[in-house]
């Protein structure tokens, strides 16, 4: 997670094929969560109207004055919503019923409003923004590290730490934005609609002393208060299991209430990030990740070992 913390970023979205109504989609209405869901949502619903009513995308960008693959970047929830376009495309799909136009009209207003993290858009990349929304939309974050501790449960120093491997040249206030915004994302833990974050972490992570002895003291200390809150599961991969299903590096499963929202799989790179959102290969994935939670510590048995862990770097 030395990036932006570990945390997938979506290219695109594919949406799900069950039917919503506005009020289905209006659950998200004055949550956290941002735009990013928001415009998932509208998309899929536009993109189900014009599908009833057997309207081409080039025929639905011609009526706002656009193209087809612009009817299609909005569909997949990609690009901010025009109120006077969606309000064009509800007519030209012969919505006529006051309270749907004016609920989805009412999503395009709050889709374009800016998410929490728009006051850090200087040092967060662009391929980020999406996947913090959908953390933050998510009721279920499930995901597997091999070399840091999540950023989620990551501490001050300890993501310090990690912010400089990649951004050791950075003026020291960039640095400071960079964990705040970490530390920001951690509130969502705390809401009273919290997620429950299922995390399955490698010794390796543990046993890298990443910023110093001191740093991973706390880092181990303040996982094992972690684990004590309700909605946080910890697991650990101890090297003695030896090979195990996440031998294909770090990723990260989302989970949504919606049933609009399939569940997405991220995997973050140096420079960007994939979101997949296949049926198949969200299966491949999270049948990886229930063979790693089978293999790993089970939570009781992994606190007892990050005491084991805390004692090895001299702590009590």
Known sequence: MARSGRGPVPSGRATADDETTPSGV???????????????LLGSQLRKLREARGVSRDDAGWEIRASGSKI????????????RDVADLLTLYQ???EREREALLSLA???????????????????????????????LVRTYEVQYVPGLLQTRDYARAVVLLAHDRAPAE??????????????????????????????????RPIGGVEVMRGQVKHLIEASALPNVTIQVIPFRAGGHAGAGGAFTVLRFPEQDLPDVVYMEQLTSALYLDKRDDVDYYVAAMERLCVQAESPSATTEFLRSVLHDLGGA
């Open 72 to 83: 299609s970047r909005m569909e997949l929830g990609r690009v901010g919503f025009k109120e």
């Open 26 to 40: 209006s659950t998200l209405e004055g949550s956290a969560s941002g735009p990013t869901v928001l415009r998932i």
């Open 109 to 139: 207003r709050q889709a374009n409003n800016p998410g929490w993290w728009h006051r850090y858009g200087d040092v967060l990349p662009h391929w980020f923004q999406s996947y913090l929304g959908l953390e933050a939309a998510a009721a």
């Open 95 to 97: 919505v006529t019923d």
């Open 174 to 207: 960039e640095v400071e934005r960079r964990v705040n915004l970490r530390m920001d994302r951690q509130k969502i833990l705390h809401r009273p609609d919290a997620p429950h974050l299922w995390v399955v972490v490698d010794e390796a992570a543990l046993r």
